[in-house]
């Protein structure tokens, strides 16, 4: 395994009436993340909220291309971004114990925080179709280039580390500053992560290695 320090390239927050970061996603231009009752936009250029949409928002946020799918509780949102409506709603695998939040190959991929493993579902139905075991509690998750990473954040260590989709073993591990926690996860598609900070209400770019 490939092990060293993840590079912050960049904090945005904290951010006004927000106490908590919760899933991020990024819909090739803004960063969105979930704060609680609210999903929230930010300029990666300027750091600053551009436009909120009053929804329960209480885990992981994933984008398709066209739509947001935001986990609230123990279900799953499937929002329109323009409009801020909730188009559909499926159940979540973990009933309530989801954490992260990522859209790939048509399919939804949902973190279960303690339980320490990753389920693809079918963006539909919320139907189970594989699940992939952590040996650590799994917060964010992504997929960028086929490679399939997740954040972790137990006691007071945090890191972002790539996985093998068919085993789970872990291939690379980026270890975050002390002190700093990773609640959500997303790409930028290119060579950046968005982490979410959880309770420092902040959003961390970190380098993603080449």
């Known amino acids: 395994m490939k092990r060293s320090a993840a ?8 951010f006004p009436e927000t106490e908590q970061v919760h899933g991020v996603t990024f819909d090739g231009h803004h960063v969105w993340f979930a704060s609680g009752e609210k999903l929230n ?5 300027t750091g600053e ?14 984008f398709d291309g066209r739509h ?8 799953i949102q499937k929002i329109d971004p323009q409009t801020g409506r909730v188009l559909a709603t499926i159940p979540a695998p973990g ?8 859209w790939a190959e048509g399919t939804l991929w949902v973190g279960q925080h303690r339980g ?17 075991e952590s040996n650590r509690v799994v917060t964010g998750v992504t997929w960028i280039d086929g490679e399939l990473w997740h954040g972790t954040w137990e006691d007071d260590g945090a890191d972002v580390r790539r996985v093998d989709p068919e085993t789970g073993a872990v291939l690379e591990r980026l270890d975050m500053p002390p002190g700093m926690g990773v609640s959500g996860l997303e ?3 290119a060579d950046r992560f968005f982490c979410g ?6 959003i961390r770019a970190v380098r993603r290695p080449r």
Request: hydrophobic share 30%; no cysteine.
């Open 116 to 132: 320490r493993r990753i389920h693809q579902i079918d963006p539909e139905t919320g139907k189970v179709l594989r699940t992939i």
């Open 41 to 45: 936009a930010v300029d990666p250029e």
């Open 68 to 75: 947001l799918f935001q986990i609230a509780e123990d279900r």
């Open 197 to 202: 900070g959880g309770s420092t209400g902040k």
């Open 187 to 189: 790409s930028d598609g």
């Open 7 to 14: 590079e912050i390239l960049r904090e945005y927050g904290p």
């Open 49 to 62: 909220i551009t436009r909120s949409i009053n929804v329960a928002a209480h885990a992981g946020t994933a």
């Open 95 to 102: 009933g309530g114990g989801d954490s992260g939040l990522a």
